[in-house]
Nanobody, 126 residues
């Protein structure tokens, strides 16, 4: 079955950087759009950004534009999230997610992601 797993979270000061990784198994990786979601305390989980099989990126929230960089290595079934200029409001549990998207040229709406990891905590102190 499809499994995804995140790593790389931690505690960082505001203005700092972190890199998250997501490893996928049980799927043909380059048939899938891959995305990062996050859930802050007391809030619903939200889509952050997605990278499609063709490398096209979709932002689900505007607040990370210019600060978060998403990438993927299809040969190794890995996706990355480089987070720069982190802010306290970026504090959340971050989840990797996968959606089968072989026939589409752009990422799907965030609600179509079916497979999620267990999450990795990112805490940004002020």
């Amino acid at each position: 079955q499809v499994q995804v797993a995140e790593s790389g979270g931690g505690l960082v000061q505001a203005g700092g950087s972190l890199r998250l990784s997501c490893t996928a198994s049980g799927l043909t990786f380059d048939d899938y759009a891959m995305a990062w979601f996050r859930q802050a305390p007391g809030k619903e989980r939200e889509g952050v950004l997605c990278i499609n099989r063709n490398g096209l990126i979709t932002y689900y929230v505007d607040s990370v534009k210019g600060r978060f960089i998403i990438s993927r290595e299809d040969a190794n079934n890995i996706m990355y999230l480089q987070m720069n200029s982190l802010k306290p409001e970026d504090t959340a549990m971050y989840y990797c997610a996968a959606a089968w998207n072989k026939e589409a040229s752009i990422c799907p709406p965030s609600k179509f992601f079916r497979y999620y990891g267990q999450g990795t905590q990112v805490t940004v102190s002020s």
